[in-house]
């Protein structure tokens, strides 16, 4: 694949994006699901009203950038409401998720190219992001987990772009790396997972170094292998980690909180996060007692409970959309206007296939080599395939092993820091397949890609909220949980 083919496939990625995130984003004027409060709280930063959240400002702080940005231009304010505190659009209190969401999938190719130079491989990781369900209900409402997942790949990017350079570049991608990380955590606490994968990995590349010079006694020719992975993370010194990926973030965390602090003087900044965490303390079981859409971590992969944002029913399709009036009675409706949160179920189901295999994949390396060594010794450099298998393997762990621990009530979107790294395992697997002279693999790879892409286009009607019959709304909740 040439280069201009590559940029032509990342403009058109980024373009379906754009179009499936502001399609129809003013669709129903009202405030869906969490945008009674994150909307409302980005409008009252602008209105001076001070208010108490359990999360960090950050999300909230972009989603009052994009409602004064959007107040200024003279046109997309056909519909209007007062639900924020103030007259407003929903354009306005939604477009900036919208655009800075599209990213996302252009993220996610970055990081695929950095991780193994390949085009192809790029190109269909950001593609099967872009035709990813939560993603795109995520974004196209004032809503936050969006941020968390945008600032995590961003320094997930940056840093694999750090130590694909030398000297001054390094320096600069480390900095803006842990800049993204502190706006990750800023968003929500557990977009510090993010960061930690980074620490892990780092860390287990210095262990690696350690074993094999101790075993290998043979420290000229490890250094000789100045290519590989983990020769590169080893070349970050430890004052540059904990600098730039230690204080950095910690300081951009700190300095977000500032405007916040300065609305609502009642908490100072230590008294504000005992607050948050006696605020998540408080939100009880794991159980549909506390919440009906609640869902502990192992529902997540396997998609067993995905949420409704939104769900309204009407007469027929040509009767005013339902936002603010009375629901009618039940049974009454024939179209139904529903959002739902819910991943692309194929790629979902693939892509945590395509996690335990990558799993396998390394224990079956390892056992290998020892078998052809005939002694318990590790290898002086990693393949390009085994540093991705590692890499996407901690990081996928890293964002959803912390939750196993979690008792309080949580939902589908909290899967969604972790799940972008089955979408590269299983993007990995079927490039694999792809580029195989093997005619069975390649029918593999074009059978995966088809169901994901049939499955984005038989859901989209519920993740952009269309209107459809009952019939045709049975037709996609596939399991009683589904609802």
């Known amino acids: ?140 409402y004032a809503l936050i987990n969006i941020y968390i997942v945008l600032f995590g790949l961003l320094g997930h990017w940056l840093f694999l772009l750090a130590l694909n350079n030398q000297r001054q570049k390094r320096k600069l991608c480390l900095i803006i790396a842990g800049i993204a990380f502190g706006c990750s955590i800023a968003t929500k606490w557990n977009g510090l997972f993010f ?110 409970r995905p949420m409704a944002y939104y769900y309204q029913t009407a007469q027929k399709a040509t009767d005013p959309l339902p936002g603010l009036g009375p629901e009618l009675p039940a049974g009454a409706g024939k179209i139904i206007y529903d959002v739902h949160a819910m991943g692309n179920p194929f790629l979902w189901w693939f892509g945590v296939t395509a996690i335990l295999f990558l799993i396998g994949m390394l224990i079956a390396s390892m056992v290998m080599f020892w078998q052809q060594q005939k002694r318990f010794t590790l290898p002086k450099n990693l393949t390009v395939d085994t540093w991705i298998a590692l890499y996407l393997v901690v990081n996928y762990a890293t964002n959803l092993v912390p939750w196993m621990g979690v008792s309080r009530c949580a939902f589908i979107y909290h899967y969604m820091t972790a799940v972008v790294f089955a979408f590269l395992a299983i993007a990995w697997f079927v490039d694999q397949c792809l580029r195989s002279y093997y005619r069975p693999l390649q029918a593999i790879g074009v059978t995966i890609s088809l169901m994901i892409l049939v499955a984005f286009v038989y859901w989209l009607p519920i993740y952009l909220g269309l209107p459809i019959t009952s019939a045709d709304y049975k037709l996609r909740m596939w399991f009683n949980s589904w609802i």
């Open 1 to 140: 694949m040439t280069k201009n083919w590559f940029r032509i496939g990342l403009v058109s990625i980024f373009l379906l994006s754009l179009a499936l995130r502001f399609w129809g984003l003013d669709r129903f004027n009202t405030l869906v699901f969490d945008e009674i409060y994150y909307a409302k709280f980005g409008n009252n930063y602008l209105t001076h009203v001070s208010f108490f959240d359990g999360h960090p400002p950050l999300g909230k702080l972009i989603i009052a950038l994009g409602i004064w940005l959007g107040s200024h231009v003279p046109f997309w304010h056909e519909s209007v409401n007062g639900l924020t505190g103030s007259l407003r659009s929903p354009w306005d209190y939604r477009w900036i998720n919208a655009f800075l969401g599209s990213f996302i999938p252009l993220l996610i190719a970055g990081i695929a190219y950095q991780l193994s130079s390949r085009r192809s491989f790029a190109l269909i990781a950001g593609l099967f992001t872009a035709v990813d369900g939560i993603f795109i209900v995520e974004s196209r």
């Open 195 to 304: 960061l930690v994968g980074v620490y892990f990995l780092w860390i287990f590349a210095w262990i690696w170094q350690i074993f094999v010079t101790k075993i290998n006694h043979n420290d000229a020719e490890i250094n000789q292998e100045s290519s590989s992975p983990l020769q590169k993370l080893t070349q970050l010194y430890v004052w540059q980690v904990v600098l730039f990926l230690g204080v950095l973030p910690l300081t951009v965390y700190s300095l977000i909180w500032i405007p916040h602090l300065q609305l609502d003087t009642k908490y100072g900044f230590i008294a504000v996060h005992k607050q948050i965490l006696a605020f998540h303390e408080r939100l009880g079981g794991n159980n549909a007692e506390v919440h009906p859409y609640c869902a502990a971590w192992y529902k997540w992969p396997l998609l067993t």
